[in-house]
């Protein structure tokens, strides 16, 4: 067990429509990523934050969105969902912004959109 | 940009013989790098990182990964495999999209099924 907390599991919902995925990082952990897993791009980062402010992003569509909360927890947001939006998204923390820290992953949140 | 490449979809091997996942690397500066596995339904738990020193790094469940600098690679590597070490296996390196902050790119994997 990573320590990583993403909320739900599984999510099933229709074109059009806005999610949002939840994620609690290991305590004590300042810094929280998002990434899309899909089985055609692969592994992609979406988004960093670290203790509250964005830090980083990445490949993260305008119609999605995230923010770290003052608990550390983050949110994942995403709006006008399409049909290629289903995938795996996953949150990752570590404790410090630093070179050398690896990344703890939680299980992820299945988004279904159909 | 910094970027990997696993170069094999898959590896097949069978049970009790050694096995080495391929990764290659691109990088400006020092290259860090990073071994993570995905088992069915569950998100990427850390294997093992180079980061500097020993071209050979020791990592979880009696995976090694040697690090090549004039090939650029960075192969996972394991003397014996188990049919529980199947799964699927990326190779990560450090990138830096805004300074001071630190992200992993990822391979694309490489499935690894071990038969028995």
């Known amino acids: 067990d990573s320590g990583v907390t993403q909320t739900p599991k599984h999510l099933i919902t229709a074109t059009g429509q806005r999610v949002t995925l939840r994620c609690s990082p290991r305590s004590g952990d300042l810094s929280v990523y998002w990434y899309q897993q899909s089985l055609d791009q692969g592994l992609q980062f979406l988004i960093q934050y670290y203790n509250g402010e964005e830090r980083a992003k990445g490949n993260i569509l305008e119609r999605f969105s995230a923010q770290q909360f003052p608990d550390l927890h983050s949110e994942l947001n995403l709006s006008s969902l399409e049909l290629g939006d289903s995938a795996l998204y996953f949150c990752?923390?570590?404790?410090?912004?630093?070179?050398?820290?690896?990344?703890?992953f939680g299980n992820g949140t299945r988004l279904t959109v159909t | 940009a910094q970027s990997v490449a696993q170069p094999e979809d898959q590896v097949n091997v069978a049970e009790g013989n050694p096995l080495t996942v391929k990764c290659t690397y691109s990088v400006s500066g020092n290259p860090y790098l990073f071994w993570y596995v995905q088992y069915p339904n569950r998100g990427l738990q850390f294997l093992l990182k180079?980061?500097?020193?020993?071209?050979l790094v020791k990592g979880s469940y009696g995976f090694e990964a040697e690090f090549n600098k004039s090939q650029t690679s960075f192969h996972l590597k394991k003397p014996s495999a188990l049919v529980s070490d199947s799964a699927l296996y990326f190779c990560a390196v450090r990138d830096i999209k805004r300074a001071g902050s630190y992200q992993l790119t990822f391979g694309k994997g490489t499935k690894l099924s071990v038969i028995p």
């Open positions: 180079y980061i500097t020193g020993d071209n």
């Open positions: 990752a923390s570590n404790h410090r912004d630093s070179y050398n820290s690896p990344l703890h």
